[in-house]
């Protein structure tokens, strides 16, 4: 399920923002010493504020040119590289990450590049540009930006060759982008600060909860540094995040859950890549024993641990009962989709066109009715569009932001290709339909898998459907974690190698 390492580019190259102002690491310190592979910097349980080191006074600028590499690990392999950099001007900055990475998954490895630039102008700090670019072998997506009279940003999206054109409105200021270098700069243990941060993915602002939780003193380079610890709390994607930096501001690490890592090194080790890790192998959870004939279940009931706060929401469908830390699922498979009229007109969220969904262009409209042929009624048109997806998308591991006209042109995808084609192709013909993002039992990992599905709504009861698997009923082994909004997604980033299964009945 890839969407997990999209969170990891999105995350990490938000973070990165707020390094990019920092001076680069000392060329004379190797690789070794960065920070070792394995080992991230110890973070002091509890320390006294009367007890923590004194900052040293940073004496470098604010906004100064200056290029960072990064490691990016995943599960503690070495998955890619990124690079950020500050560029000021007497009247701008721009902040610039660059991220290489590539993913096993499928028994193939899977290249995926994000670019990301943002402008800020620096009289009145707005952002007045922003460039975003993430491609994979099937194609790219691409937004570019810009602040008009009004103050607002106007945006172009190019999404399966397909040009859109919106506006947005944004608060985010060149303070917020430098928000965790400014709070180790100042070293108030306990000083928390809120920023704004737009997500062009997502095509939203985000709030940023900045706070600045510890410090000590670590070797570095041979010399004692106080270094600090920052929680960053993406607040509308329950993302938690924590990074360790020096007193000019310059982060050293940073850790998304208990799955993603990047770290500061050398160019030439941030680019050295020795492993690839298989996502979908390390990702399964697997039961005391295997599951069989999983297609003629009607209802499971799995107790499992490691949730947290961030619970999977209960619904007729999924049952969810919390018992201390364990959580208790009740699980049923859905009833057969009603024989009810396809409905004239579109209404409502879920029959949208987006950048991203691109249910109202003329190609995937195309398509969509010749799928269906002459059905009239809602259970037979998605019966037809689950078995053109499932023949028509080759599965394939693509580690990329997905878009339903891209995958229709391609015809190659894992998971959330097959689901966000299967949404794009029901909401042409006016089907409330959305994608949902979870966990669903892989046969051949004996395991639960990350994995993506969709659901369509006929006479006001959402329906879960599987275009990956062929399951117009989808079968009782999936747990719904979050929607297929990108924000959404994003929580389930914190379960990745948290969760395990204790019992099935």
């Known amino acids: 399920m890839k969407h997990s390492i ?46 923590a080191p004194k900052p040293v006074r940073a004496e470098v600028p604010l906004y100064e040119q200056s290029t960072l590499f990064y490691g990016v690990y995943l599960n503690a392999h070495k998955t890619g590289w990124m690079k950020v950099e500050m560029i000021p001007s007497d009247s701008q900055v721009t902040l610039r990450t660059y991220l290489e990475a590539k993913v096993g998954g499928m028994g193939k490895v899977s290249r995926v590049v994000l670019d990301e630039t943002r402008t800020y102008d620096r009289g009145t700090e707005a952002l007045v540009k922003l460039s975003f670019e993430q491609s994979a072998e099937t194609g790219s ?16 999206v190019n999404a399966g060759s397909a040009l859109t054109s919106h ?26 600060v809120v920023v704004e941060q737009f997500d062009p993915s997502a095509m939203k602002t985000m709030k940023v ?35 360790w930096a020096d007193a000019t501001g310059r982060l050293f690490e940073a850790k998304v859950g208990g799955f993603f890592t990047a770290r500061l090194e050398s160019e030439k080790e941030a680019k050295r890549q020795d492993y690839t890790q298989d996502l979908l192998v390390s990702a399964v959870v697997k039961p005391p024993a295997p599951i069989r004939n999983q297609d003629k279940i009607e209802e499971l009931q799995i107790t499992m641990q490691g949730f947290g706060k961030t619970l999977p929401a209960a619904s007729e469908r999924q049952g969810v009962v919390q018992e201390s830390d364990k959580v208790i699922l009740t ?17 409502g969220e879920y029959t949208k066109s987006t950048p991203f969904i691109q249910a109202a262009n003329p190609q995937i409209q195309a398509v969509a009715r ?8 809602v259970d037979i048109a998605v019966s037809r569009l689950v078995g053109f997806v499932y023949e028509h998308v080759k599965d ?9 006209l891209e995958v229709l042109q391609s015809e190659r995808g894992d998971c959330t290709e097959h689901s966000v084609l299967f949404v794009g192709l029901a909401r042409a013909l006016k089907i409330p339909a959305r994608v949902a993002v979870g966990i669903g039992y892989w046969p051949a990992g004996e395991g639960f898998g990350w994995h ?29 974690l979050a929607d297929g909004d990108p924000m959404q997604q994003a929580r389930i980033v914190m379960l990745l190698g948290k969760l395990s299964i204790l019992k099935v009945n």
Request: charged share 25%; with cysteine.
């Open 6 to 51: 999209l969170a990891l580019l999105c995350v990490v190259g938000l973070w990165a923002c707020d390094t990019q102002d920092a001076s680069p690491i000392p060329a004379t310190a190797p690789a070794s010493e960065v920070i070792a592979a394995n080992e991230p910097p110890p973070v002091a349980e509890k320390s006294p504020e009367q007890d």
């Open 141 to 156: 997506v691409r937004v570019e930006a810009k602040r008009d009279a009004s103050g607002a940003l106007k945006l172009v």
């Open 167 to 192: 506006t947005v409105t944004t608060a985010e200021s060149l303070s917020d982008a430098v928000a965790v270098r400014k709070l180790a700069r100042e070293g108030t243990l306990g000083k928390k």
């Open 209 to 243: 909860e900045h706070t600045l939780v510890a410090a000590e003193k670590k070797m570095f380079g041979g010399v004692e540094v106080p270094f600090l610890q920052i929680e960053t709390n993406y607040l509308d994607m329950g993302v938690l995040e924590n990074s």
């Open 331 to 347: 699980l049923r498979k859905d009833g057969p989709l009603p024989t009810t009229p396809l409905p004239e007109k579109a209404a």
């Open 370 to 377: 010749k799928v269906i042929g002459d059905a009239t009624t």
């Open 396 to 404: 394939s591991y693509v580690p990329s932001f997905s878009n339903s």
């Open 452 to 480: 993506a599905w969709a659901e369509v709504k006929a006479n006001g009861k959402w329906y879960t459907v599987d275009p990956t698997w062929n399951q117009v009923n989808a079968d009782a082994t999936h747990i719904k």
